[in-house]
């Protein structure tokens, strides 16, 4: 059984209309980072929880926004998607008792 | 000083071949070196990782090689088969808590039947 959920799979959405992702996980690990992938190129970090503290990344741009209610639930918003914002993005969990993350499968974004 | 750099960009081998991907990197800090396999359109999975106090590390068919004076590591395949096709990063991460992996630029492996 999946460990991290991403939903959707697959989202389209209008050129500067508000769009959500969501990511939820069955490990209750603390914490939980949401990654931006274009095509061809390693992952990059936008931000992460660890437990509730919140902790951006310098070059995140202030379109992309992430609310935690749960440590079973992250949520990614982006505010106004441009073009450019098109790409999979991964949600990631991790404990401190363990090494390394464990990955969804992603969301793929479409931006029309 | 915060790169990975992953060498090669894309990597070719018939079947029972031996790819290696090579990843070299500056943070002396960096104290975890993973790598991750993923498929197209799938989340990259832990494939194999290790720490510095070794320098060989075998899962499988899967083996890394870690240079500590040299700053870099390795991932070889044995046996290579069609399936391995992939993506493949190195990432690398320093301390405990909420690590914040640093991935290389990826690899991209085919093994031709």
């Known amino acids: 059984d999946a460990m991290v959920i991403q939903n959707p799979r697959y989202q389209v959405t209008q050129f500067g209309k508000p769009v959500t992702l969501s990511c939820s996980q069955t490990?209750?690990?603390?914490?939980m980072y949401w990654y931006q992938q274009k095509s061809s190129q390693a992952p990059k970090l936008l931000f992460h929880?660890?437990?509730?503290?919140?902790?951006n990344e310098a070059d995140t741009p202030d379109n992309f926004q992430s609310r935690r209610p749960n440590t079973s639930f992250c949520f990614l918003d982006i505010r106004s998607p441009g073009l450019g914002d098109a790409a999979m993005y991964l949600c990631?969990?991790?404990?401190?008792?363990?090494?390394?993350?464990?990955f969804g499968s992603g969301t793929r974004l479409t931006v029309v | 000083q915060q790169q990975v750099k992953q060498s090669p960009q894309s990597l070719i081998v018939q079947k029972g071949g031996i790819p290696i991907i090579n990843c070299a990197y500056e943070?002396?800090?960096?104290?975890?070196f993973p790598w991750y396999q993923q498929f197209p359109g799938k989340g990259p999975a832990l494939l194999i990782a290790?720490?510095?106090?070794?320098s060989e590390k075998k899962e499988g068919r899967f083996t890394i090689s870690f240079n500590k004076s040299a700053k870099q590591f390795s991932l070889h395949i044995m046996d290579s088969q069609p399936g391995d096709s992939a993506t493949y990063f190195c990432?690398?991460?320093?301390?405990?808590?909420?690590?914040?992996?640093?991935f290389g630029q990826g690899t991209r492996l085919t093994i031709n039947p």
């Open positions: 990631a969990i991790a404990n401190d008792q363990a090494d390394g993350y464990t």
């Open positions: 490990l209750n690990h603390n914490v």
């Open positions: 929880y660890y437990d509730k503290d919140f902790n």
């Open positions: 943070n002396t800090a960096f104290d975890y």
């Open positions: 290790i720490r510095p106090d070794v």
């Open positions: 990432a690398a991460s320093s301390g405990q808590g909420a690590q914040k992996l640093v």
